[in-house]
C-alpha cells in the first residue's frame, strides 16, 4: 500500500529583491518630477493671474483717464476726456488763478489773472490728464499707472491768454 500524504505541499518563492544602499536617503527618481511639476505650475498660474489683472485694469481705464488724476485739485478719475474737459471748464471758469508779478527794468507790477484774460484751455488739460500713464513703451506705462494708483498726480492747468486783455494791458501800461 502507498501512502498518499495530504500536506499541502511546499512551493519554493523566488527570494525578494535586496534594496541597493545607494538609493537610501533619497528621494526616489519619480517623486522629483512631481515637485519640479507642481512649482512649474504654480508659477504659470501666478503669471496667468498677473496677465489677468493687467489686462482687467487696462480695458476698466481704455479711453478714461486713470485713477488718481487731478487737475488744480479737481478730480478727473475714471472720466472720458469729453467728460473731463466739461467738469474742468465747469470747476475752474472763472480761472482764479494766482497773482502773476510782472518785472521790467527793474519795477514790478501785480496783476490778476483776470487782467490778462487767462482762462483754462479744458480740451488741452484733459488730453495731459488722459495721457498720464500713456507711455509708449508698455513697462514704463505699467509703472506710471502704478505710481498713479498709489500717489497719484496733479496736474496744472493748460492755460491761455487772452489776446485783447493782454494788448489792451500792454498799450495802456499796468496800472501800480
Known amino acids: 500500500m502507498t501512502t498518499t500524504s495530504t500536506a499541502p505541499r511546499r512551493q519554493s518563492t523566488p527570494p525578494l529583491p535586496r534594496r541597493r544602499a545607494s538609493l537610501r536617503g533619497r528621494i526616489p527618481p519619480r517623486r522629483r518630477p ?11 498660474l501666478s503669471a496667468l493671474l498677473l496677465l489677468t489683472a ?3 485694469v487696462q480695458l476698466r481705464f481704455a479711453n478714461r483717464v486713470f485713477a488718481g488724476v487731478r487737475v488744480a485739485g479737481v478730480d478727473l478719475s475714471e472720466l472720458t476726456r469729453e467728460q473731463a474737459a466739461a467738469r474742468l471748464q465747469e470747476q475752474l471758469t472763472p480761472f482764479q488763478g494766482p497773482t502773476i508779478l510782472l518785472r521790467y ?3 514790478a507790477w501785480p496783476l490778476a489773472s483776470a487782467d490778462l484774460g487767462l482762462q483754462v484751455d479744458a480740451q488741452a488739460t484733459a488730453q495731459r490728464a488722459y495721457e498720464l500713464g500713456r507711455q509708449a513703451n508698455p513697462l ?3 509703472a506710471a499707472q502704478w ?3 498709489r500717489a497719484g498726480a496733479n496736474l496744472a492747468p493748460a492755460l491761455t491768454v487772452g489776446e485783447v ?12
Not at 512631481?34 to 504659470?44: D, E, P, Q, R, T
Open 165 to 176: 486783455q493782454a494788448a489792451d494791458l500792454l498799450q495802456r501800461g499796468p496800472v501800480h
Open 105 to 107: 527794468a527793474g519795477q
Open 140 to 142: 514704463d506705462s505699467l
Open 54 to 56: 493687467i489686462t482687467a
Open 147 to 149: 505710481r498713479l494708483a
Open 34 to 44: 512631481s515637485i519640479v511639476l507642481f512649482f512649474g505650475l504654480c508659477l504659470g
